[in-house]
């Protein structure tokens, strides 16, 4: 008993350790709640480093809306310069239609596919909305749930890391 009055100094030998109170379990589990994705998502990288697999989700393709061919250009170089993207294709003009305070209104715009790393987005957007001439530029994503596995290791390669 003499180890038990060690690991417990402050109370007598007799009364032995507390046991862990409600407080305590209710912490710990909402810890592990709180870490679930974290661990997951280390999980799944250690899983594709050892297996070389794919993680789905891992890139995204962005779409984003221009005015016209020469706007794209400059935008698309200007996410390729920042190295926010692997490649960035410029789709030749479309028509679209749309309602823009409250009237239907119709253009031609010419549409960025943007390949990159799916933590890139965040930075991307914010990025694209800075230099784009429109009050409210299209900018969306789509995670590429699978793929050619060594297109997708080149972009891996090509968009450094956060």
């Known amino acids: ?3 038990l009055s060690q690991r417990c100094p402050l109370l007598p030998a007799a009364q ?5 109170g409600r407080g305590t379990l209710l912490l710990v589990v909402t810890l592990s709640l709180l870490m679930y994705p974290v661990l997951r998502s280390l999980a799944l990288q250690l899983h594709s480093a050892v297996t070389g697999s794919y993680v789905s989700g891992t890139h995204s393709i962005a779409f984003i809306n221009c005015l016209n061919e020469q706007i794209a250009k400059d935008i698309a170089r200007a996410i390729m310069d920042k190295k926010l993207a692997a ?3 410029i789709l030749p003009k479309s028509s ?5 305070k409250g009237e239907l209104e119709e253009s031609t715009e010419i ?3 943007v390949k990159t790393r799916t933590s890139k987005i965040g930075e991307l957007s914010n990025y694209v909305r800075s230099i784009h001439p429109f009050e409210i530029p299209e900018i969306i994503s789509l995670p590429i749930d699978q793929g050619n596995p060594l297109y997708l290791k080149w972009i891996e390669e090509s968009v450094p890391r956060d």
């Open 1 to 3: 008993m003499e180890w």
């Open 16 to 20: 032995g350790c507390p046991r862990p």
């Open 87 to 89: 490649y960035v294709n």
């Open 96 to 100: 679209a239609l749309y309602f823009w």
């Open 111 to 113: 549409l960025l596919l």
